[in-house]
Each structure stands twice: as structure tokens, then as C-alpha cells.
């Protein structure tokens, strides 16, 4: 591990449910940011703006999903992927898989990667990338890499000292960035709080410390990357020198993190068991409410589709971003 900051950048309480939806979003969702690369831009614009009805709602549940962490919009294949931590978060039992589903909600190949299978190793799976055909997930204490196209392993970038791998971001130029929340499996502090790249097949820091809040979403942005926080709540822009800007207090537990075209992002709360679109001057806007547990949400850029794994319910809910 190389600790000098890379100069490349390219649970929880169930309260009362929050207020009414308080926005009709009329905007396109950016595309190349959060879990999928820079490079996919250009399709998922065109299919975007060839999309002329709003895609259904749907709620997928009693399929055999297991603890759903993320869900990641596939936009080559057009389908969304879905990681499935089966089990407790950090338990390395080898029984951790991700599923392929289409985007009219069925399941194509529910253990398509099955950390149960002959020379696969996949423990607690959670966010997930995927950057020049390859798919990058992170999986406790290592970032695991598989053929995007075909599931099969390519290899693994294991990391001394963490202790919860947790989200993971792609740019353009083939950078991987991913999280390490540093919690323990009673979600106790364990100072492994940290920002992580992988570039050229090495992995440095971009930040650490208890001061990152349990860092948990994240995703590239103009300028750096956008983080989310579950300890802290909080949300802040990270520079390429690893320093902390922005800094916001939005709500407790905050999980996924998906940038849109307006300069805001939208964002997963836990406690408040909702889903934000955080505005670029701040403010902020309740788009779906009522989810318990929403884990790492995804993005359907093609469809102006939110997908939402319910980590306690074994579910996905697809929630349009239309006017509603």
C-alpha cells in the first residue's frame, strides 16, 4: 500500500416517516458518474433522449435476493446488477453473490456471480463499477474484479489493514476509487475511515481518518469526487490532494450517492428512510420517502429510473424520476 496522495483524480433507527414528496424532477441524470465509468456517457445520453414515457414503478420482491446491497446499471448490456451480501456484512463465508435482472424486472440469472461457485471468492459484496469492461466490487477487505460481459474472476486488489469495503466509483480514464466505511461488524469504530484509487494496478489513498465520518458513497464529479457519509451524515467534495470541501450535515445514516445534470445529487438516508435530491446551492428536496433501509441506489439514466435495494427487506424498488 502507497500512502503519498495520488495527483491523478482524474443500524440504525426507524423514525416517522418524512414529508410528501416535495419535487417533480424534470431533469436528465448525468451519466459516467457513481458506480459507472465516464466512457458509457455518450449511449446513455442518446437512449436517454429517445425515451419518451416514463418507465413503470415496480417493487421486486420474494425473488431469492439476499441482503441487496447496490444496484448498478449495466449500460453496455442494459441491465442492472445487483449485490447480494447473504449474510452479515463482514462475514467471509463465501456464500456472497450478484444477480443480472432486466429492466422489465426479471430476474435473468439470480447467483450470475456466485462467491459458492468453483474459483470465485465473493464474502459480503457491495457497491460495485465497472470501467473498460471489467467490474470492479468491493467485498470487505478486498476489490474484487470480474469480466463485466461474462462474470468470471480476473483477480483481486486486497488491502491491508481495512475493515469494510464499501462503495466504489469509476472515471474515464480507468480510475477506480472506493471506500472503506471503518466500522466493525457490531459497527463500532475502527479507524480505517478511508478514501481509496486504484490506478495502474496500484492503490493509494486520496484520504484517511476518523475525520472522513465512516465514509460510504461516492462518486466522480467535476472537481473530484462527491462523498457521503454513514457515521457523520455528512456530505463533501474531495479535491484530487485529498482535502475535504464543502462540507454539509444532510441526515442521519447516508448510504448511495448518484450526481445529476443540475450540479445536485441524489442521496440515501437511512434514518430518514428516504431518498434526497440535494440541489447545487444545498437545498434539499424529498424525491421518495417511506424506504427503510435504502442501501446503495443506482441510477437508470436511460429510463429517468431510481433503482433501490432495501437491505433489511430482500428487495428492489424501481421508482421513476419523473414528474410525480
Keep these: ?14 423514525p416517522a416517516p418524512v414529508g410528501k414528496v416535495l419535487l417533480a424532477l424534470g431533469f436528465v441524470l448525468v ?18 433522449s429517445e425515451a419518451s414515457t416514463p418507465a413503470p414503478e415496480m417493487t421486486l420482491e420474494n425473488v431469492g435476493f439476499a441482503t441487496p446491497e447496490s444496484v448498478l446499471h449495466d449500460v453496455a448490456a442494459d441491465l ?5 451480501i447473504n449474510g452479515a456484512p463482514l462475514d467471509k463465508d463465501g456464500n456472497g453473490f450478484i444477480s443480472r435482472v432486466s429492466p422489465e424486472g426479471e430476474v435473468l440469472d439470480l447467483k450470475w456471480i456466485d462467491g459458492a461457485a468453483d474459483g470465485v471468492t465473493l464474502n459480503g459484496p457491495k457497491g ?5 469492461g471489467q467490474l470492479y ?14 462474470g468470471a474472476p480476473i483477480g483481486e486488489h486486497c488491502v491491508s489493514g481495512a475493515t469494510f469495503l464499501n462503495d466504489v466509483a469509476a472515471d474515464d480514464q480507468a480510475n477506480v476509487y472506493f471506500t472503506d466505511m471503518g466500522l466493525d461488524a457490531s459497527f463500532g469504530p475502527t479507524g480505517a475511515d478511508a478514501i481509496y484509487l486504484l490506478s495502474g494496478g496500484t492503490v493509494l489513498d486520496v484520504a484517511r481518518g ?16 462527491r462523498v457521503v457519509t454513514f457515521g457523520s451524515g455528512e456530505s463533501y467534495r474531495v479535491t484530487p490532494t485529498g482535502e475535504r470541501l464543502e462540507i454539509t450535515t444532510i441526515a442521519g445514516s447516508l448510504d448511495g450517492v448518484e450526481p445529476t445534470a443540475d450540479g445536485g445529487y441524489l ?58
Design 1 to 14: 500500500m502507497q500512502s503519498d496522495t495520488p495527483s491523478v483524480f482524474v443500524q440504525m433507527t426507524r
Design 31 to 48: 451519466a459516467g458518474c457513481g458506480g459507472e465509468s465516464a466512457e458509457t456517457t455518450a449511449s446513455a445520453d442518446s437512449a436517454a
Design 80 to 84: 442492472y446488477l445487483v449485490s447480494n
Design 128 to 132: 460495485m463499477a465497472i470501467s473498460r
Design 137 to 150: 466490487v468491493a467485498d470487505i477487505d478486498c476489490l474484487r474484479v470480474f469480466d463485466a460481459a461474462s
Design 210 to 225: 476518523a475525520d472522513l465520518g465512516n465514509p460510504n458513497g461516492v462518486a466522480v464529479i467535476s472537481g473530484g469526487l
Design 267 to 324: 442521496v440515501s438516508s437511512w434514518d430518514d428512510q428516504a431518498i434526497y435530491h440535494i440541489a447545487a446551492d444545498g437545498a434539499r428536496h424529498v424525491v421518495v420517502e417511506g424506504v427503510e433501509a435504502p442501501a446503495d441506489i443506482g441510477l437508470d439514466r436511460t429510463r429517468n429510473r431510481i433503482l433501490i435495494p432495501l437491505f433489511n427487506g430482500n428487495s428492489i424498488l424501481f421508482r421513476s424520476l419523473e414528474a410525480r
